[in-house]
């Protein structure tokens, strides 16, 4: 099977428009320059690559322009322009999304986030902070361009541009989707400008990528989208192609936060990963496009992985970095540069590194420092997030290659589960009990004291929702007999959590920070705990998994989401391991502010957790000997009220079966014409407490239960406003004779 892109859209600082970006790309532009968005007072550079000219009011509906952001706008118009491109029309037939973020609506709501920290007492409802949760921007393109079948919003900072595209092509390759529009988008904003200048990775002049005088990235902001189809598909309605998207690869560097590992040996078999997905050799390879950041560290190490991964071809293949032209446009950096990457592969021509004039030995590579025209047989596209989430993708020419080989669709297993919450820290057997009678939680915070699971040396970086996710995965590990893991399982052991609206406190006390001291008082420690993957990727770290690692959100579904994208994952021979579940802490902004407007959770007895499941696939755990608590019989998931969701569905078995939901919200909807509604219903967040992630508590409550042979099957459902998911976990006990 071969995946065409039939469509791209860019918003850059240099144009509006793809091909107006590429042109001034190869001319050698540069975007970078006194920043005019705001201004942050003690700050140790006023230089970035802003998109000038841009306002929410351009795509928002009449009178809604306050709940806009400006990253929702950069969505919209780069989307809009992909589908354009690729002359697909979203009403015409299913078509899926996902988007990459990490800063949302965050440069619209920060003075007011920082107004709250002060004035704990004026926390409500308040509209101007629709456009915050990540998947905002998501929600904001399915209303303005849509409707979208499938959407999904998921963050791996500064690589999750790139994981939106290796989610969108494995969902093809799985034949779950036909057409898929994947990217990333991230606007500019004051707590980013604050936090990297408080990691001094900001140079105050034009950055330098690979350059022996470098001394740090430019923040930028923009959009990217590509249109990803099965060449039968896109043949039947007649698209033209532009490339070809071949192979794709993620891995966690389970070292470190902000610094990646020195040697780059977890980006050089991302490299490889990439590659060997495609069919392909470093000898097919003619053009890379670098993640590139001209910070020291970073460049060094991709030099190191291009050198170890390439071997002697390292000196014939071209390597250059968009981001002395565009700047480092975090999550829209995968995205925008594998854009970027399509373009010089399908022109023939390779953009220069501006700022490059003298090669730091470290980075001993070939450079290209003024546009090359030459045919590019194949390309690689390399982007590396917070947390050490590295991702590779390779395009290649048109009909270059013979098809590249497709890995066989797997069954997906349970084999851990676990639940921090309410009633303690507990493995499957012992979180079935939020299905059963007894007291509601207390309201609040839950009793939970790190110390007593994690070496607190080893955690001291943790936040408490690091903390919290990083007990929950371990737990279900040990269920699962791999607590320590091994280095053949550290290897293909990932990790999926959910988040509605990731550390909102946590931003809140920072922008207020920042606001009535100034930039110069942004803590180092604090600010990488602000981005949404911060609690996945600190358990990485902790846990030594280096596999797919990334966030999703999805409001009071996100735990849901993370699950499904899980088996989705696994599904497509993706991955062989993964932890999925949701991570919720207590916030009186959450609570008062952002629940009642965006996530729809009764307001009833609040409280917080983390949940996993732990996904194998099936081979996989066969082959180490493992037992399955459980089997992933069917999912999906919907935009709009759920009606005919669960078309398709077996009917339940005549006993043994219980819809089982994380709160009481109505589900009527899905259920209507299907004979899961005359099932029992049983719901977790009596005893779990009142959280977005309630539905991943759930979901782990019904893996105990069928796991102690109390059900048969559990059909899970999760939704929030608008959204929903529903997963059928049954028994993985071998049937009995008949």
């Not at 030099?303 to 032209?325: H, P, T, W, Y």
């Not at 499941?613 to 992933?632: D, F, T």
């Amino acid at each position: 099977m071969r995946i065409w892109v039939t469509g791209i859209g860019v918003v850059s600082p240099l144009a509006r428009g793809a091909a107006a970006t590429m042109d001034r790309l190869v001319a050698g532009d540069s975007a970078i320059g006194t920043i005019s968005l705001f201004q942050l007072p003690d700050s140790r550079t006023r230089i970035a690559a802003e998109v000038s000219g841009l306002t929410a009011a351009e795509v928002a509906p009449p009178g809604e322009e306050e709940s806009w952001s400006r990253t929702d706008a950069m969505s919209v118009i780069a989307v809009r322009e992909a589908i354009a491109q690729a002359g697909v029309d979203p009403h015409a037939g299913p078509v899926d999304l996902l988007v990459g973020g990490t800063t949302a609506g965050m440069f619209e709501t920060e003075e007011l986030l920082a107004w709250l920290s002060r004035e704990p007492t004026a926390v409500s409802p308040l509209k101007r902070m629709l456009s915050h949760p990540l998947s905002s921007a998501a929600d904001h393109v399915r209303a303005a361009v849509g409707p979208f079948r499938r959407v999904r919003s998921l963050c791996s900072a500064c690589s999750s541009g790139a994981n939106a595209l290796l989610l969108g092509a494995a969902w093809i390759r799985a034949g779950l989707s036909k057409c898929v529009v994947a990217g990333g988008a991230d606007g500019l904003c004051r707590l980013t400008f604050a936090g990297f200048g408080a990691l001094s990775a900001m140079d105050p002049s034009p950055c330098r990528p690979f350059d022996r005088r470098r001394a740090g990235l430019n923040l930028g902001e923009g959009a990217g989208f590509l249109v990803l189809e099965p060449e039968d598909a896109a043949r039947a309605r007649g698209a033209t192609p532009i490339v070809e998207l071949r192979g794709w690869a993620v891995g966690a560097e389970a070292h470190h936060i902000t610094n990646p590992e020195r040697e780059g040996r977890t980006a050089a078999r991302v490299m490889e990963g990439a590659m060997r997905r495609a069919g392909l050799t470093p000898k097919d390879i003619d053009y890379i496009n670098a993640h590139g950041t001209a910070t020291p560290l970073n460049d060094s190490m991709e030099s190191a992985a291009i050198r170890a991964c390439f071997g002697d071809e390292a000196e014939r293949v071209a390597v250059s970095s968009s981001k002395g032209q565009i700047g480092h446009t975090l999550a829209a950096a995968g995205a925008i540069e594998a854009a970027i990457t399509a373009m010089a592969v399908a022109r023939g021509v390779m953009p220069p590194t501006v700022g490059l004039e003298e090669v730091d030995p470290a980075c001993r590579l070939t450079h290209v420092t003024k546009a090359r025209q030459a045919p590019i047989r194949a390309a690689m596209s390399n982007s590396f997030g917070f947390g050490g989430t590295d991702t590779c993708i390779v395009l290649s020419a048109i009909d270059q290659f013979p098809p590249p080989s497709v890995p066989a669709r797997r069954s997906v297993v349970v084999v851990g589960a676990s639940t921090v919450g309410p009633l303690g820290t507990r493995g499957v057997e012992g979180s079935r009990e939020y299905l059963e009678p007894g007291p509601s939680p207390a309201p609040g915070a839950i009793a939970f004291q790190a110390s007593e699971h994690l070496d607190v040396g080893r955690a001291r970086r943790l936040d408490r929702g690091g903390r919290l996710t990083t007990v929950a995965i371990q737990t279900a590990l040990r269920e699962a007999g791999l607590d320590p893991l091994s280095d053949d399982h550290a290897a293909v052991a990932g990790a999926i959590m959910g988040g509605a609206f990731g550390s909102v406190d946590g931003s809140t006390a920072y922008m207020c920070r920042i606001y009535d001291k100034g930039a110069k008082y942004a803590s180092p420690a604090d600010f990488p705990n602000l981005v949404p993957s911060s609690p996945v990727g600190h358990a990485s770290i902790y846990l030594g998994m280096r596999g797919p690692v990334f966030a999703m959100a999805d409001l009071a579904a996100s735990a849901e989401s993370a699950v499904v994208s899980a088996v989705e994952l696994i599904h497509a021979g993706e991955g062989e391991l993964i932890a999925a579940g949701s991570v919720e802490e207590t916030s009186h902004v959450v609570e008062g502010c952002l629940s009642p407007i965006c996530s729809g959770v009764e307001r009833g007895v609040r409280s917080e957790g983390a949940s996993v499941l732990l996904l194998e696939s099936e081979p996989h755990a066969e082959a180490r000997g493992a037992r399955p608590l459980a089997r992933v019989a069917w999912w999906t998931s919907w935009r709009g009220n759920g009606a005919g969701a669960l078309a398709g569905l077996a009917p339940p078995p005549m006993a043994g079966a219980a819809l089982i939901t994380g709160d009481a919200s109505d589900v009527r909807a899905v259920l209507a014409g299907s004979p899961w509604a005359e099932v029992p219903r049983r719901v977790a967040s009596p005893r779990a407490g009142e959280h977005e992630g309630a539905g991943g508590v759930a979901m782990a409550a019904a893996v105990g239960a069928i796991a102690g042979g109390e059900l048969g099957a559990a059909l899970v459902v999760g939704s929030a406003p608008d959204r929903g998911y529903a997963i059928l976990l049954v028994s993985a006990a071998p049937a009995g004779p008949a």
